[in-house]
Each structure stands twice: as C-alpha cells, then as structure tokens.
C-alpha cells in the first residue's frame, strides 16, 4: 500500500501529460512559457482570488509575500509552532521574529483566543498570559502580521483571526500549501485572507513533479509588487533592478503538469473527501483507539493528511509498529513543534511554552491518504489498528 498514490493519477492523465509536456518541447519557452500565464490563470479562476502569481515553491510563495509586505528586522510575526517548518523559516530569513501561537486541538490550527493574547502581550509589554520568546528583546518588536497556516487541508478560523488583524492593523497571510481545493463559508482557501501562499511539491493535494507555488491576492499594487520580487526585483524591463528580488519563477515544465492535473481536481478532491469519511466510519466501526480528525461546521477539507490522535505516545508507537507490519506505510506530521527544533533555539522558547502543539506531536499521526485508496485497503488499514485494542 502506497502512502501518497501518484502513478495511479498519472495513468489516468497519461495522453493529455504527455501531449502538454511535448507542446512545451516544441516551443522551447522553458522559463516564463504560456503554460504559466494560463496557470495563473486558471487558478485564480478556480480559487476566486483576483490575482495568483506562479512561483518556484510554496517556500518562496512565502518569502515572497512577507518581501512583499515589508517584514524586516524588529518586526514580530506571529503564526503557530505546529506546522512544516517554512513557514517560521520565512520569518526568520528575512530577521523578523516568530512569535509562536498555540493551537486547537481539533483542527490543529491557530487558536484565535491565544493569537489575542499574544498581540496583546506585545502591545502592553507584559509577558504574563502569553509565553514569548526569552533570548529576544521582544519587548522592543513591533507586532506587524500573522501568518495563519491551514493544517492537513482545513481552513484556519479566519473570521476571528481577520477581526484581530484589522484591529490591530496587522497584515494577514494565509499558509494554504496544504489546503489547495478546501473551502470555509463558501469561500475556496487561497482567497481567505489578502494574500494566500500554496505549494505544489508533489504530494500535496495539487502538485507537480518538481517544485512549484503560487501566492494569491486581492490586491492589484501587492500582485505587482509580488511579480516584480518573482524576477530580482525588476522594474519596467528585466534589466531595470528596483528593489531587491530573488530568482523564484515557476518552471513552464511544471505549470504544464498542473495544468493536465487540474482537469481531474475537482474529481480527485471529492473521492478524496469520500476516502476521509470511510477512514471515519470504520474507525468508529471498528472502535480503532485513535481520535479522528473533524471538520468544523462550515468548512470542507482539502484532505491532504488523514492525521488521527493515539491516546499517548506510546500507543501511537505501537500502533504505527502494527500497521507497518501489516505492510501500510504511517508518518508522523509533525514529531517536533517548531518552537523545540534546534534551529529556533535562539529565540529560547522552552518545553511546555505551548502545551497543545507538544501533546498533539507526540500522539499524532496519519494513515495512507490519496484519491485512489480503495475500500478493502481502508478496511484493511482501520482492522490493524483496532485489532488487539
Ligand atoms: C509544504 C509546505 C510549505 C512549503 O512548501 P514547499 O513547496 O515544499 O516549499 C509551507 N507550509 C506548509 C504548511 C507546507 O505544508
């Protein structure tokens, strides 16, 4: 059993592929072809976002979207340690500050009610109801943004968490590189937030066979801006430099797989959404002893993990023993929240700073996830994990 099933999607696109990559082959524009002005085209159609720039990876979508708004040192950003990496790693680069937010425990997404807090720790400069950073003079930051990340596929709450960026005159970005095709009170994520970053590494629910991404916004000056940072900086002609930009296209290459890949999308998500219900159904059938995920009321999931909850650390590593045994692949997202990995040790944050993030990445894990898992693999899946519960 494969954890992420790409060959199957790949036959079912094969004539399609194959003509589309061979069109590239011919007219040769590999760097900035047609394909990826027709991406964003199409992209920004589907999302409902005015404006999608195509870049070379969901890493640099962000990058590109805080260059874009200006984040610099003294700036804190604040956005939560349960996530991949980049996207702390972005805020970093650029020498502003992560000051990390914890999390629900249902969605594993920012908790707006500590987000609060946390802004308004900084505004009043007490450090009494929020842990922040203790080897930074975060006293002296100034609280600019929020990076809100859409975890496994589901949307962050953005009502509450847009109401507390425009009070405080905070920007708001979403992190949506795993939630490519969900949506929240009708709205498609990449449009729920001024500007929205994704990613189309290969496994996420939209990918390519490279690296790829894209940031989406509402705003024409900020599209500009964001285009003009995608080619080093370049003005009216691409050797007029007029601000300080980096190398971030997206290859013709891979935007002519996206575009074969988003024919069958909107399939791919629905038998997605089916594959995550049966995985429900048959953990309560089954009485699995694992939590399964929940999507709020509201909201549809891109489904990009099916990330369940052991009752502790060490069910989970016997649990995960149990199924590799039984030949199906688990992984763990993420073992270690960011506010404990080695290269964040210089902010001092220390173990217990955010309590919900360090439960959920010792208990969590996810079960093979794909649109092509069928129902006796599921079945199988779910019998392991129950048996001897
Ligand atoms: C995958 C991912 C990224 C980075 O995307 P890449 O295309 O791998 O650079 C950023 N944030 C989150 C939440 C991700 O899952």
């Not at 696109?13 to 199409?42: C, N, T, W």
Request: with cysteine.
């Amino acid at each position: 059993m494969r954890f992420v099933d790409l060959s199957s999607q790949q036959r079912r696109i094969g004539k399609d592929l194959k003509s589309r990559l061979r069109a590239v082959l011919d007219h040769g524009q590999y760097i900035m072809g047609p394909e990826v002005a027709q991406l964003e085209e199409r992209l920004a159609e589907y999302t409902g976002a005015p404006h999608a720039i195509a870049c070379a990876s969901g890493t640099d979508a962000l990058l590109m979207a805080l260059m874009a708004l200006g984040v610099g040192p003294g700036d804190a950003v604040f956005t939560t340690p349960f996530t991949f990496v980049a996207t702390a790693e972005v805020i970093a680069l650029l020498r502003a500050v992560p000051v990390f937010v914890d999390i629900e425990p249902k969605t594993f997404n920012m908790d707006p009610g500590r987000l609060r807090h946390a802004v308004t720790t900084l505004q009043e400069r007490r450090d009494s109801i929020h842990p922040m950073p203790r080897r930074i003079d975060w006293e002296t930051l100034t609280p600019r943004g929020i990076v809100a990340v859409d975890l496994f596929g589901i949307p962050a709450e953005y009502e509450k968490i847009a109401a507390i960026a425009r009070e405080n005159n905070l920007f708001l970005v979403e992190d949506a590189a795993q939630s490519f095709g969900a949506s929240r009170e009708g709205r498609k994520a990449c449009a729920l937030a001024p500007i929205a970053c994704t990613s189309f590494f290969p496994s996420k629910p939209l990918g390519c066979y490279g690296d790829g991404g894209m940031c989406f916004t509402t705003d024409k000056a900020m599209a500009d801006l964001l285009v003009s940072i995608r080619v080093h900086g370049q003005g009216a002609d691409k050797y007029q430099n007029v601000r300080i930009g980096i190398n971030g296209r997206l290859d013709t290459l891979q935007a002519a797989v996206l575009l074969s890949k988003l024919r069958i999308f909107p399939d791919e998500l629905e038998m997605r959404g089916k594959v995550a219900s049966r995985y429900h159904d048959l953990i309560q059938h089954f009485h699995a002893p694992v939590d399964p995920p929940s999507v709020p009321e509201g909201c549809t999931s891109a489904w990009a993990q099916y990330s369940v909850l052991a009752r502790s650390d060490k069910e989970r590593s016997v649990l995960r023993a149990r199924l590799h045994e039984a030949g199906v692949p688990t992984a763990v997202y993420y073992p270690t929240p960011l506010h404990l990995q080695a290269a964040f040790a210089y902010l001092g944050y220390q173990k217990g700073d955010f309590p919900v993030s360090e439960d959920c990445a010792a208990k969590i894990f996810s079960l093979p996830m794909h649109p092509y898992l069928t129902e006796a693999e599921q079945i199988h899946v779910i019998r392991n994990l129950a048996e001897g519960s």
